[in-house]
Every structure is written in C-alpha cells, then in structure tokens.
C-alpha cells in the first residue's frame, strides 16, 4: 500500500518547492528511488522533483504545475497513518509560504489500484466530528435559551438564570479551541 497526497499551493517554481523540501526533510535521495515498487524502473527520475526516505517512508515528489504537488509516501516500517501525518506537517510546513492545503489523501492498495481510506484536513473537517459538534450545538442551545429567558420568563433575574448556561457555553467554547488548535497542527482525519 502508498499514500497519495495532493498538495496546492501558491505558485512557486520547482527550483523554489525542491530547496524547501530539502530545507525541512533531508537532501534529495535519487537512491531511495530504486526501493520503490513504482519508482523503481528509472522512468520516472526525470519526473520526479524531490525523493528522501526516513526509517519509516519514502517520499517521492512529483510538481504537477507551479501551484500543485503530487506527493507519494510509501511506509518502509511501523504505522502508515503516522508516516502520512509526518509527510504532510513535513510538507505543510516546508511550503508554509505558499499556504500549503491538501487537495486529497488517499490510502492505495497496490495489487489493484483502488484507493480504501481517505483523509483530510481544516476547520470544516474538525466541525464535523462527532466529539466536536455535540459540545458546540449544546453551547449555541445554552446561549439561546439563556437569551431567550432572561428577555421572557427569567427577567426578574437574569444573573441566576444566565449561571445555567455559562457552563453550556464553555464547554463549547473549551471544544472549538481544542478544534482550531487540532486544524493549526495540520492534523489527519480518517475516514
């Protein structure tokens, strides 16, 4: 199984994107290359812009155009969903400049071709989620019936009945910073 990530970002030359990657990975690897089932064959080195391999990846790069990168990522050893989330805070990070946004990551069986796992990335991503929308709705209902009965039924005191909903309102408030600093760290959603 590989990786395959899209990565856009904003223009930049191959020249530019090359000595970034080189600049947050290590120096361009052409032997890591001949370890690749895909890359193996020598057809692909002129296509290729930018190849490392850690203990636990390889990383192949391939520009696309001047605003997208195509990015494969085989596992060599340990957990294939880690060696993606390194490449992509690798990448992210060595294109910071260029705000970097995953277009695509797929997960791809190598006998037949088909992708079976997904992931992405962002604010919508981290909104989404289960363990993040439910606080959040409870917090946006907490402060709704809060305005609603200190306007109506609890106007005579306002300050005892907005006490109810204050911890509503934290909670959802202590869930969607939790979510924005999960979306700065460029984490991986799987699905």
């Given at each position: 199984m590989y990786a395959e990530l899209w990565v856009g970002h904003s223009a930049l030359s191959k020249d530019v994107v090359k000595s970034q990657l080189i600049s947050k990975f290590n120096e361009d690897n052409r032997a890591a290359l001949k370890d690749s089932p895909f890359f193996e064959s020598g057809k692909w080195d002129d296509v290729v812009l930018y190849v490392t391999q850690t203990p636990s990846y390889r990383l192949m790069c391939l520009p696309i155009h001047d605003e997208e990168l195509q990015v494969y990522v085989e596992p060599v050893k340990g957990d294939v969903l880690q060696a993606c989330q390194s490449a992509w805070q690798g990448t992210r990070n060595?294109?910071?400049?260029?705000?970097?946004?995953?277009?695509?990551?797929?997960?791809?069986?190598?006998?037949?071709?088909?992708?079976?796992?997904?992931a992405t990335t962002g604010l919508r991503t981290e909104l989404w989620r289960r363990e993040t929308l439910g606080p959040i709705l409870i917090g946006i209902a907490s402060a709704v019936y809060a305005a609603i009965g200190?306007?109506?039924?609890?106007?005579?005191?306002?300050?005892?009945?907005?006490?109810?909903?204050?911890?509503?309102?934290?909670?959802?408030?202590?869930?969607?910073?939790?979510?924005?600093r999960e979306v700065r760290g460029g984490r991986l959603r799987w699905q």
């Open positions: 060595a294109l910071s400049n260029a705000k970097p946004r995953l277009s695509s990551l797929k997960l791809v069986d190598n006998e037949s071709g088909k992708d079976f796992m997904s200190m306007l109506t039924f609890a106007s005579s005191e306002p300050l005892k009945f907005l006490s109810g909903a204050v911890t509503g309102v934290i909670g959802a408030l202590v869930v969607l910073g939790l979510a924005i």
